[in-house]
């Protein structure tokens, strides 16, 4: 039986993105994340593989603290098993 995809989201502001992502690589069930700005436009999606470490996710990190520094409120998607 093939496993179903999961979406859920979540609305934060631009101080409480990065700190969010890193909550939920930590959950590890996690496929891909989604941040959008508020009206809904795509900033940057990224795939959650099993054997992603921390020196791979470095650079996607910067790229979501460099979008926090830019938005005020985004909404973040995200892909579960």
Same mark, same amino acid.
């Given at each position: ?5 999961k979406? %859920? ?5 631009? %101080? ?5 992502v890193? %909550? ?6 996690? $496929? $891909? ?17 099993? &054997?992603? +470490? &921390? ?9 979501? &603290?460099?979008?926090?520094? +830019?938005?005020? %409120? ?5 892909? $579960?098993?």
């Open positions: 039986m093939p496993s179903k995809k979406e %859920e989201s979540f609305k934060v502001n631009g %101080e409480e993105l990065l700190k969010k890193k %909550e939920l690589i930590k959950e590890g069930n996690i $496929r $891909r994340i989604t941040i959008k700005d508020k009206e809904g436009k795509t900033l940057i999606t990224f795939p959650l593989t099993l &054997g992603v +470490l &921390g020196a791979v996710l470095a650079p996607t990190l910067a790229a979501v &603290g460099a979008i926090a520094a +830019l938005v005020t %409120e985004c909404t973040i998607t995200v892909e $579960r098993e």
